[in-house]
C-alpha cells in the first residue's frame, strides 16, 4: 500500500493566497521530503524534514511534521502563478537491518495558481 | 557540475519491440534510482543501484524489465517486447549516500517519455 499519501488532490487557488498540502505515512520514518513536478517531467527537491524536527522553512515554504500522526502539511505561502505544479512527498522509512533505504513517493497534490 | 541526463527524451515504439533508455547520473553520486510513472499518478520505483549493484530490484513489473549499470555512472534500463501499458514517463534519479543509508536528496533527470503504440 502507498506509504506517503497527499490531499488534497487537487487545489486550485488565487494568487496571493496561501496553499496547504498534507501527507500521511504509514510506518516510522527517517526523514520526510517534498518535491515539485513541473509539467510530468524531472522533479525538484524542495525541502527535507528530519524525524525529530517539527518544523521546518524555505523561503515561502513551511513544512511540519507530526510523527505521533505520522502526518506532514506543506504550506506555500503568498503562492504565485510559477508555483503552479505536482507536489509530492517522499518518506525514508527506518531500516534496522543496515544498508539502504528508499524514498517512497505519494501519488502528490497538483496545484493550480490562477493570476 | 551537470545535472542528472536522460535520453532519449522521447521514445515512440511499437509493440513487442526492445527499447533501452539511459540515465547519466550526477558524478560522484553513488545511488541511482529508476522510477515510472503513468500519466497523473505518482512515482513507482523500479530499482536501486548502490555503485554497480543493484540491491533492491523489487520494483520491477516483470521480467522484461533489466537494467544494469557500469562503471558506477550510466545506467540503463531495458524493456523487453514491450507492451502498451509501459507507455509512461520513465525518471532517474541519483543521490550521495550517508553512512551506507540512501536516503538523501534525490536529483532528478529530465525523464523519457515511452509511448507503445
Known amino acids: 500500500s502507498q506509504q506517503g499519501e497527499e490531499d488534497p488532490q487537487a487545489l486550485s487557488i488565487q494568487e496571493g493566497e496561501n496553499a496547504t498540502m498534507n501527507c500521511s505515512y504509514k510506518?516510522?520514518?527517517?526523514?520526510l521530503q517534498w518535491y515539485r513536478q513541473n509539467s510530468g517531467r524531472g522533479l525538484v527537491h524542495l525541502i527535507l524534514i528530519r524525524s525529530n524536527e517539527r518544523e521546518k522553512h524555505s523561503g515561502r515554504l513551511r513544512v511540519t511534521l507530526d510523527t505521533s500522526k505520522k502526518s506532514s502539511s506543506l504550506l506555500i505561502t503568498a503562492s504565485r502563478a510559477a508555483d503552479t505544479a505536482s507536489y509530492f512527498c517522499a518518506t525514508a522509512p527506518i531500516i534496522f537491518s543496515g544498508g539502504y533505504n528508499k524514498l517512497i513517493f505519494g501519488a502528490g497534490t497538483r496545484l493550480a495558481v490562477h493570476p | 557540475g551537470a545535472g542528472v541526463s536522460q535520453s532519449p527524451s522521447n521514445k515512440v515504439t511499437e509493440k513487442g519491440k526492445d527499447v533501452e533508455l539511459r540515465c547519466d547520473p550526477i558524478?560522484?553520486?553513488?545511488?541511482l534510482y529508476w522510477y515510472r510513472q503513468r500519466l497523473g499518478q505518482g512515482l513507482e520505483f523500479l530499482i536501486y543501484?548502490?555503485?554497480?549493484?543493484?540491491?533492491?530490484k523489487s520494483g520491477l513489473p516483470s521480467d522484461r524489465f533489466s537494467a544494469e549499470r557500469t562503471g558506477e555512472s550510466v545506467s540503463t534500463l531495458t524493456i523487453q517486447r514491450t507492451q502498451q501499458e509501459d507507455s509512461a514517463v520513465y525518471l532517474c534519479?541519483?543521490?550521495?549516500?550517508?553512512?551506507?543509508?540512501?536516503?538523501?536528496?534525490?536529483?532528478f533527470g529530465p525523464g523519457t517519455r515511452l509511448t507503445v503504440l
Open positions: 510506518t516510522s520514518i527517517n526523514n
Open positions: 543501484f548502490q555503485g554497480n549493484s543493484a540491491p533492491d
Open positions: 534519479a541519483s543521490s550521495t549516500l550517508l553512512g551506507g543509508r540512501a536516503f538523501n536528496e534525490q536529483f
Open positions: 558524478s560522484g553520486h553513488t545511488a
